[in-house]
């Protein structure tokens, strides 16, 4: 597997840089920019910028985070429940400045961490630094083999 190095900004905006905000996706809704801008609105909620006090039960979180440990992929077709059936509209005029917001959200990512020892994800609960990379690492190759960025 070829895993999104997202730790690695200029990886990252290089292979983004390839995109057109409204390329139209593989699968899914969303297009370029709302995809970036889907990225930076998860690692807002990793680096504590985005409230995602979502109650998951200790076992179901266990359960959940195992998968994090393996090399499995995120399913095509897998939406969490609190995310709309529709794509957000975007925030920012144009898909640099939707790419410079990610790459901004990443280092912010890595600042949090320095201090914070956990933030909530919606779906598999209470993350640590390691474990919010691991998803991170699948997420961003989730998306990025959804325009075919791999």
Known sequence: MNWVSFLNCDEVRSKLSTLK??????????????????????????????????FIEDEKSARRKAFLNTEGE???????????????????????????????????????????????HPFFGELDYEYWQKFHVKHFTHHFKQFNLL
Not at 21 to 47: R, T
């Open 21 to 54: 905000a409204d390329a139209k996706p593989v699968f899914g809704k969303m297009n370029g920019q709302q995809m970036i801008e889907h990225l930076s609105f998860l690692m807002k909620i990793s680096n504590g910028e985005v409230n995602a006090d979502y």
């Open 74 to 120: 995120l399913q095509v077709g897998f939406k969490a429940s609190m995310l709309s059936e529709e794509p957000y509209d975007v925030k920012f005029a144009t898909i640099q400045e939707s790419i410079d917001d990610l790459i901004l959200q990443t280092e912010n990512f890595k600042n949090h961490f320095k201090t914070a020892k956990i933030e909530n």
